[in-house]
């Protein structure tokens, strides 16, 4: 239910912080964990599993995860947060927690970002700035060349590291999905 953005209640999110920090501390003393992780495998879509329930936790119960997460391994900790906020993400990421972003992202950048983004992605950017703004990214992709992967990468990185600021400071809202995705 947490996962689909429904509402529950403080006591059940308890629960499932407990059994997050019980399966985290299972994976760890397993050998496989690491190498499933480090393989970009299955370990990685365990983690994602875990950072999508963690996101929808009240601030402080996912801080308290991501600080024994954090102890037991850093880079760990590091990658549960990065999972909590993904490029495929921003069509369920508030217009408002949008906004404040984008806003603070120059034209250029913004038309590498959707450079082959999904539809998806694409309408969500385009909707949450302003008509002069999208103005200046349609002329700066007009203009673009075949960017290369690693500059779209960059500039989408951009965007999800403000993203993820606000998401650690508990500032980021997420939007439930309707019956049609």
Do not use: C, Y
Not at 145 to 166: C, F, M
């Amino acid at each position: 239910r947490m996962i689909l953005g429904e509402r529950v209640s403080p006591e059940a999110q308890g629960r499932v912080a407990a059994m997050i920090r019980d399966r985290l501390e299972a994976l760890a003393s397993s050998d496989e964990a690491p190498a499933a992780a480090s393989a970009g495998g299955s370990g990685d879509a365990r983690l994602r599993r875990v950072a999508l329930l963690m996101r929808r936790l009240r601030k402080d119960l996912r801080d308290s995860l991501l600080e024994s997460i954090k102890q037991r391994s850093p880079d760990e900790a590091r990658q549960v947060q990065d999972l909590m906020v993904m490029w495929e993400d921003l069509p369920l990421i508030s217009d408002r927690s949008l906004q404040d972003i984008l806003r603070t992202m120059d034209a250029g950048g913004l038309a590498l970002a959707l450079h082959e983004a999904d539809e998806e992605i694409d309408r969500k950017i385009r909707n949450n700035i302003s008509d002069r703004a999208a103005a200046m990214v349609e002329e700066e992709i007009s203009l673009m060349r075949q960017p290369k992967i690693e500059d779209v990468e960059a500039a989408r990185e951009k965007i999800l590291s403000e993203l993820r600021q606000l998401n650690a400071a508990g500032e980021l809202t997420f939007e439930e999905r309707g019956g049609n995705g």
